[in-house]
């Protein structure tokens, strides 16, 4: 069963504290991205990884971490620099550049 | 750089009515064109695609039309049923990714 695997899906976090999203693909697919989506609003690039061990910032990288060490994976660490984190965060993958991007189900982070 | 935008933010239609979702992009050199349906706490769903070399892509009750010229590409949804009721968003692809509009929120009522 391939896709795109996201967890966990609820996140709830203490002011202060950094925070790691897992994204996990078994699409074989070259391309990760990860997107911010918050109410009424589209999505938002935060950053992307066109191969392994390298990866580049989007428009909305202020606060956040990435690494891609593995192809199939994509972890994004929300840290406390992240003035307003409490959002959808959506990890999605295609094969190239110009290929569809597909979408895990996302994790919705929640501040405290 | 590219901007998309998407005209209505909100459709209400009756079941069994078509919708239609328009997105208008700025750079000319955007050459592909999908649209995503978001159902709620959800991840986008790709609906429907077309790139620049093609005016207009059909699938069964949805079809996207692309006019390169005046720069923007539609959905449309015939006789919509209550499943439709959904998020849906276009995007651009533009240099190196893509650019998502705001999102239309359709509701169709039973």
């Known amino acids: 069963d391939g896709g795109i695997t996201q967890s966990p899906k609820y996140l709830f976090r203490k002011e202060g504290q950094n925070v790691t999203l897992s994204c996990e693909q078994n699409?074989?697919?070259?391309?990760m991205y990860w997107y911010r989506q918050d109410p009424g609003q589209g999505l938002r690039l935060i950053y992307y990884s066109q191969i392994v061990n390298d990866f580049q910032k989007g428009d909305i990288a202020e606060g956040y971490s990435v690494s891609r060490e593995k192809k199939e994976s994509f972890p994004l660490t929300v840290t406390s620099a992240q003035k307003n984190p409490t959002a959808f965060y959506l990890c999605a993958s295609n094969q190239g550049r110009t290929d569809t991007q597909y979408f895990g189900p996302g994790t919705r982070l929640t501040v405290l | 750089g590219e901007n998309v935008e998407q005209h209505p933010s909100t459709l209400s239609v009756q079941e069994g009515d078509s919708a239609v979702i328009k997105c208008t992009y700025s750079d000319s050199a955007s050459n592909y064109f999908p649209w995503y349906k978001q159902e709620l706490g959800k991840g986008p769903q790709l609906i429907i695609d077309i790139r620049s070399n093609v005016g207009e892509k059909k699938d069964q009750r949805i079809a996207v039309t692309l006019n390169k010229t005046a720069k923007h590409f539609s959905l449309h949804i015939t006789e919509t049923q209550p499943e439709d009721s959904a998020v849906y968003f276009c995007a651009a692809y533009y240099g190196q990714n893509f650019v998502f509009g705001p999102g239309t929120r359709l509701s169709v009522l039973p």
């Open positions: 699409l074989n697919h070259d391309a």
